[in-house]
């Protein structure tokens, strides 16, 4: 016995013209969600689609997968295993979703990312490029995971924090606000990061560093402590922030980094004996007192 069949006379059209079929169960003819083809639904495993959820294109739910609500798979995604997609949700182009993940909500998976083990995908995020999240982290609210990003273990990303690039962000970390991390800067350990920051180059965040203000750490920097950099502000012309890691003969601040003497440098170069000099050199100088770093 077939495991559904398709409604002939229960059907939509999509905007571009592709007709999707209502599917209704053999066994017990309950009926469920909209498909294309049956290639889209695999006759094999539990696997299901119900409610109004969509699958269409050359994509595949197979296994023990569900697709439910109003959720859509489309283009050549796979949903596989025990995976769920849930709610208003959208996996297309090549995604991949498998193992017990879930994508609930209003969130958007596509390009050739991939969601798997127990990891989540929820509220309004997107997770594209070839970005992989895995393990039991959970990507939510307005956050965004794009490039070859790769979340593992139990981290959390959320609030409006963008991840790109080949970042890499493990263990127990966190990463909200409006926080932003790229190029191949590494976040890990229990490391919480918030607030308008920047994290960039090849900088590592670890242990149980707590950057809750606005930050800005890049270049080669290592952290795993809390207690090892200031960041004093808004101060400037443009009411920014500024970072000092004295240990480090690091300065940071917005788009500029660099060794204390070349801050100096520029500072007097550009603000010359204006109040800013004034408030950029005294904050230089009470990092290094406060560190016992000479200048």
Same mark, same amino acid.
């Given at each position: 016995?077939?495991?559904?069949?398709?409604?002939?006379?229960?059907?939509?059209?999509?905007?571009?013209?592709?007709?999707?079929?209502?599917?209704?169960?053999?066994?017990?003819?309950?009926?469920?969600?909209?498909?294309?083809?049956?290639?889209?639904?695999?006759? *094999?495993?539990?696997?299901?689609?119900?409610?109004?959820?969509?699958?269409?294109?050359?994509?595949?739910?197979?296994?023990?997968?569900?697709?439910?609500?109003?959720?859509?798979?489309?283009? !050549?995604?796979?949903?596989?295993?025990?995976?769920?997609?849930?709610?208003?949700?959208?996996?297309?182009?090549?995604?991949?979703?498998?193992?017990?993940?879930?994508?609930?909500?209003?969130?958007?998976?596509?390009?050739?990312?991939?969601?798997?083990?127990?990891?989540?995908?929820?509220?309004?995020?997107?997770?594209?490029?070839?970005?992989?999240?895995?393990?039991?982290?959970?990507?939510?609210?307005?956050?965004?995971? !794009?490039?070859?990003?790769?979340?593992?273990?139990?981290?959390?990303?959320?609030?409006?924090?963008?991840?790109?690039?080949?970042?890499?962000?493990?263990? !127990?970390?966190?990463?909200?606000?409006?926080? *932003?991390?790229?190029?191949?800067?590494?976040?890990?350990?229990?490391?919480?990061?918030?607030?308008?920051?920047?994290?960039?180059?090849?900088?590592?965040?670890?242990?149980?560093?707590?950057?809750?203000?606005?930050?800005?750490?890049?270049? !080669?920097?290592?952290?795993?402590?809390?207690?090892?950099?200031?960041?004093?502000?808004?101060?400037?012309?443009?009411?920014?922030?500024?970072?000092?890691?004295?240990?480090?003969?690091?300065?940071?601040?917005?788009?500029?980094?660099?060794?204390?003497?070349?801050?100096?440098?520029?500072?007097?170069?550009?603000?010359?004996?204006?109040?800013?000099?004034?408030?950029?050199?005294?904050?230089?100088?009470?990092?290094?007192?406060?560190?016992?770093?000479?200048?």
């Amino acid at each position: 016995m077939k495991k559904y069949v398709l409604v002939e006379d229960d059907f939509i059209i999509l905007k571009d013209k592709t007709k999707l079929f209502r599917i209704r169960r053999t066994f017990d003819r309950v009926l469920g969600g909209y498909i294309e083809k049956e290639e889209n639904l695999s006759r *094999e495993g539990c696997c299901w689609v119900s409610d109004s959820a969509k699958v269409f294109n050359n994509a595949k739910v197979c296994g023990d997968a569900k697709v439910k609500d109003n959720a859509k798979v489309a283009g !050549n995604a796979c949903v596989l295993d025990d995976a769920e997609v849930s709610d208003n949700s959208i996996v297309y182009d090549n995604a991949k979703i498998y193992g017990s993940a879930k994508v609930a909500n209003d969130s958007h998976v596509f390009g050739y990312a991939h969601v798997f083990d127990c990891a989540e995908v929820f509220g309004c995020a997107s997770v594209y490029g070839y970005s992989v999240v895995h393990g039991h982290s959970s990507i939510f609210e307005k956050s965004i995971i !794009n490039g070859n990003v790769e979340i593992t273990d139990n981290v959390r990303i959320f609030g409006n924090a963008k991840i790109r690039d080949n970042v890499v962000v493990s263990c !127990n970390a966190h990463i909200f606000g409006y926080t *932003e991390v790229y190029d191949n800067a590494r976040v890990f350990d229990s490391a919480r990061i918030a607030g308008h920051s920047k994290i960039f180059g090849k900088a590592q965040i670890g242990g149980c560093t707590k950057i809750l203000s606005t930050a800005y750490i890049g270049n !080669n920097i290592k952290l795993f402590e809390s207690s090892s950099f200031l960041c004093i502000g808004p101060i400037g012309s443009r009411d920014d922030y500024l970072t000092i890691i004295p240990l480090q003969n690091y300065v940071a601040t917005g788009c500029w980094s660099g060794t204390i003497k070349q801050f100096i440098k520029r500072v007097e170069k550009v603000h010359k004996v204006s109040k800013f000099k004034k408030d950029y050199i005294d904050a230089i100088q009470y990092a290094c007192k406060y560190f016992d770093v000479n200048l």
